[in-house]
């Protein structure tokens, strides 16, 4: 009578028995029972009673998920159990010790008894959901035996999922009863189901879940929680009714009502290290691609640059001492931190992990190893003919002789190129010979290094080596700023200042008011004295302007002048340093420069905006500039705005109206009285008023004027018209056709009141090659249509002839209706003026006499 709702299995069991297997009901009952398989079995012949027994019972719910495990073996044959229990709402932990080959049933009692008076470890999500479920994940890495590694339970808020640490692996101070063997446990949330439903099932898998819905199957990754995957179902299959994996194969099936589909799992981990590694996690980001050596690489670099940010320097030594990171590059990143230890480690390590025939790289790490330990014993080393060495350390001098001692070691021995170079450096008076010889870098770095950077200065200006300059300029800068730029001006010309600036940025970002004073006096040079003209420069000297001198940056703009094709800075990036400035102080200073900026762009609406904020005056000589005086719309916008700010925000209407005088006849009382409050009378107004209303009335007895001088016009137009209605002309018998000399009235023609006359179809010969593209398509298109309408009316007379048509009246007049107008249209084409005298004879002086065939063949006749 039990409405069984989960199973958990042994996953232990061998031969034709399931072992103790954990029955869940509906009525919240946790049972056990054995099942066993074979001709002697006692199953189906006895009572099935007597193999389930109830081991406990919840207060007030059914059981959705059951799953339990071996977490540690005795000694005594008795072995440590722990049960996990789903509910809608709960999951319960069960840990207890008991002996699975004692006989006795049931075995899971001894766990059960332990929670007798003692309510079992839960955890509790909101909600109820009754088709909840749970899944172990179970792995057989590095054991005989299964052993779960993650979980997955299924809730009304999502899915609640996590790792399994068994006893060894977590703190077993407290209890067996209320020790937890969950950690990094988290909810995740089911995504947007796109009214999909809620979720039928799940499947777990190493790094990904699973989620069914009715028409689709969802992917989510259980590291970053993100949708991978998502498979939607066609609906001729049916809806989706089930998920579940294959615990031995790791397959997964998916099935409807008429079809199973199958999904295989392949490469899951191939980019788990990226998402390990954005999260910090290096140790196991190096695990999923030790395969892998480029990306190996990718998570060594990173963890260094962590142990670096964090200052722990050493670490982060040894880690970029095994990825393939340029070894000048991390060198330099520990030289300039003055972590000289950690360099040191990192030349210790990289010279352990360098192969056998890599000589040259063994020389070079040995060799700067073998200076670091000079330094730090502070002693200098002298040879003296045959072999005696003199040590000085501090005041003390030491003769040795050439044998093994406890300071100077191994100098007899020739084995290897790496010990020859270490004997030199230790024994070799070369760095006393450098002056001799003019190997005047190495003099100005062991000056450098011995923080004697004057001499290090006087050292560069023995040379003529340009270049070195550029190199030891960084580090003088920071020291003896002033000395160092009156050596650049010295050079003049030879230096090039752009391979200067890269000094002066890490002087002036972290160093004091000498330091940026000593830079703007140096680009100051550049540009004055120089005539330096690079954008770099400019830009660079104008950013130390707007940061520390704001004063200065309105006279350098001024001086750079207004066209913008002659400046030498970029007028977008000094718009940002002076807008970007929130110095208080230097904020009216650095609007005037904005202003100025502005109109170098040529954008007078944002200028005068800006220089309302500081001066109207500056905003006026803005408008009225020079180059604004014959656009007078733009300088009305402009002289609009000046008005508008004077109305409104000084409030001072007798100052509004001596603007107005001001504005010249750009601006009249009208435009500005909208910008007045509600409140002012009209007497404020009333001088401007009359003098506006007296302007009008002039404009209008000027309109009524010009009105009556059109009147005219158009009677005097209408009288010609109608006098050229009444005119007319007379065609003698002996007049010829302008275009080809015959007779005029042999055939239909034009006569023009300029007395010209053409046949019609010399008139379309001749003016036809002057038409216009468009209008020459036109009269084509009439002619042909005129013509279509011709043969119609014939052939339609001489039918009518033969049938007696009643109806031919009325279609006559329409016929002669719709040729009219063809022909007055066509006729308003090419004959609307005279092809001799009209304006289509002017247009047509640059024609050629011949064209290009006939001219040519001409030409030949000519030759």
Known sequence: GHKIESVGWCHTATGNTTGAVLVGTSWGLIMECSIEAGEDTKFFGGSVDQYFKQVYKFASSNGRGLEYFCTASKQDGKNEYCIFAATPNKLYQFSGTMSPNSGEVPVFQAVFSLYTNTPPRHIHIPGIRDDSQLILLYSSKGSTVPVPTQFAWMTAEGVYIGEIKLPSMVETSTSIQQRSLITNARLVHYPD????????????????????????????????????FEDVYSSRYGQLRGLVKDPAQGTIWAYTDGAVFKYKVVKESRDVWQMYLDMGKFDLAREHCRDNPANLDKVLTRQAEHEFSKGQYQESALYYAITQNCFEDVALKFLRAGKEVALRAYLQKKLSNLKAGETTQMTMLSTWLVDFILKCVAFVCYVLLGDEIIIKSGTCLSIYKRTKSKKVCNLKQKSSPINCTIKNIQISPKWHRQSVVQDYERVVN????????????????????????????PVLMQHIPQTTVNAWIQLGRRIDPRHIIPSLVNCTERGSETHWMEAIRYLEYCTTELECSDPAIHNYLLSLYAKHVPNSVISYLRGQGDDSSEICYDVKYALRLCLGNKDPSASETLHQACVHIYTVMALYEEAVNMALKVDVELAKSIADRRELEEDEETRRKLWLCIAKHIVQEDKD????????????????????????PDFVTIDHFKDALCESLAEYNKHIDQLKDEMNEATSSAHSIRANIQETRNRHLVVGGTDRCQSCDKLLLTRAFYLFPCQHAFHNDCMWKDVRPLLIDSKRDLADRLQQQLMVKLAQSKQIVKNNKNYNNINDSTSKEERKTARQKLIKDLDETIANECVLCGEIAVRSIDTPFLDDTFGQAECLVWI
């Open 193 to 228: 189901t796109d009214n999909s439903g809620e979720v039928l099932n799940i499947v777990l898998t190493e790094f990904h879940l699973l989620l069914l819905y009715s028409d689709r199957l969802k992917v989510i990754c259980s590291l970053n929680e993100q949708l991978i």
């Open 446 to 473: 062991h000056h450098i290094q011995n923080e004697d950077y004057t001499s290090a200065l006087d050292a560069l200006r023995k040379q003529n080596s340009v270049p070195l300059y550029y190199k030891f300029s």
């Open 653 to 676: 209407i007798k100052r509004a109206m001596k603007f107005l005088q001001e504005s010249g006849d750009l601006l009249k009382i009208e435009d500005i009285l909208p910008f007045f």
